[in-house]
């Protein structure tokens, strides 16, 4: 089972990026798309139902009126993770209500406002529940989280 994680926009890239980078990490088969849910509405249709096969989740990533986590969620039975995007007049907030408050029935497991990273995680635990490999990598990442909040020392600098 893959990733599939759909941008709303080329412009929503540096989350795309934080996102395949951890995904990388972890060893997983990921697919990368830019298809608006307003602006290629069909086309987001077909890619995922075409896709939903072959995908243990989706990813939407998107900003402003951010329909497009919740959109997928209505054409798939997969969980979908919703990444608001920082937005330039807004701060995010726009993008955080519109994936996060979605109606009874069609949930959207959404992370924090540019929270690429969480949502990669998120959704390799998702993959991790019929993959023991990637449990142990998981449970491996832990422990380094451990390890380095042992190793960090404050010293008074004033
Ligand atoms: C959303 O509108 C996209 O996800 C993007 O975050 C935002 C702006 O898109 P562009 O106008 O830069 O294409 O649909």
Do not use: W
Not at 37 to 49: F, I, M, P, Q
Not at 103 to 116: D, E, F, K, L, M
């Amino acid at each position: 089972m893959k990733i599939s994680i759909i941008m709303g926009s080329i412009s929503d890239r540096e989350i795309a990026d934080k996102i395949v980078k951890k995904i990388r990490e972890f060893d997983i088969d990921y697919d990368v798309k830019v298809i608006s849910a307003h602006r290629a509405l069909n086309l987001l249709e077909d890619y995922v139902k075409g896709e939903e096969k072959e995908t243990g989740v989706f990813i939407g990533i998107a900003g402003k009126a951010a329909h497009l986590a919740g959109v997928i969620a209505g054409m798939t039975i997969r969980p979908v993770i919703g990444v608001p995007v920082k937005s330039s007049t807004m701060d995010g907030l726009d993008s955080l209500l519109s994936t996060v408050q979605m109606p009874s029935g069609v949930p959207v497991a959404t992370v924090a406002i540019n929270g690429g990273e969480n949502a990669a995680i998120l959704a390799c635990q998702i993959l991790s529940l019929s993959d023991e490999s990637l449990q142990k990598k998981l449970r491996d990442m832990k422990t380094q989280m451990v390890e380095k909040i042992k190793n960090t020392e404050y010293k008074y600098e004033g």
